[in-house]
């Protein structure tokens, strides 16, 4: 079946803008989890979610950072008031209970 | 909350021989360890796992063993070859999955 899915692939915006991304977990998956990857870091933990709760967001770095699964399914990672330290790869990756964690590709923020 | 560290950062070998990668983690409820590669510009993939009933597991070249009294579990490759030039990534979990810094692992031909 499909894997996890993040869209848009890349994102380039302007220091101030908001913007939305998105995460298609695997289905089935009731985990959830949005990860922040710096070049030549590794994944920093943002949020996770377990079905349609936000189970853990101790990784939201300011209260620019928003992220809502209403479903249980699709996650939308919203960061208002961009700022060019937010430039990252913002990686999504979905988990069947205590087992395999399966990443999406990434989406690719710039900040100008 | 859990913290993982992650040993050495950086990692070169002659093909052919051993690698040694160490973490340690500081919550003693986790009991989930993956193991992930990552390559240049891919999403990480699963390499390995460990859960906390279980002290070593191996899958062909690779072998993770686990000590949870000391809280820290290794990743050892075996005959290593150029393919397993990546950047690895070790995690610890009980449902929050956080991950060590991550070694940069370069095999010369």
């Known amino acids: 079946g499909a894997g996890v899915s993040q869209t848009p692939s890349n994102k380039v915006t302007e220091k101030g803008k908001y913007v939305e991304l998105r995460c298609d977990p695997i289905?089935?998956?009731?985990?959830l989890y949005w990860y922040r990857q710096s070049l030549g870091q590794g994944p920093e933990f943002l949020i996770y979610f377990q079905g349609t709760g936000a189970a853990d967001d101790s990784g939201l770095p300011n209260d620019r950072f928003f992220a809502v699964r209403p479903e249980g399914s699709v996650s939308t990672l919203k960061i208002q008031r961009t700022e060019r330290g937010d430039s990252a790869v913002y990686l999504c990756a979905s988990r069947r209970d205590s087992s395999e964690a399966f990443f999406g590709q990434g989406t690719r923020l710039t900040v100008v | 909350g859990e913290n993982v560290e992650q040993h050495p950062s950086t990692l070169s070998v002659q093909e052919g021989d051993s690698a040694v990668i160490k973490c340690t983690y500081s919550?003693?409820?986790?009991?989930?360890f993956p193991w992930y590669k990552q390559e240049l510009g891919k999403r990480p993939q699963l390499i390995i796992d460990i859960r906390s009933n279980v002290g070593e597991k191996k899958d062909q070249r690779i072998a993770v063993t686990l000590n949870k009294t000391a809280k820290h579990f290794s990743l050892h490759i075996t005959e290593t070859q150029p393919e397993d030039s990546a950047v690895y990534f070790c995690?610890?979990?009980?449902?929050?999955?956080?991950f060590g810094t991550g070694t940069r692992l370069q095999v010369f031909p």
């Open positions: 919550d003693s409820a986790s009991n989930y």
């Open positions: 289905s089935g998956h009731t985990a």
């Open positions: 995690a610890a979990t009980t449902d929050k999955l956080i």
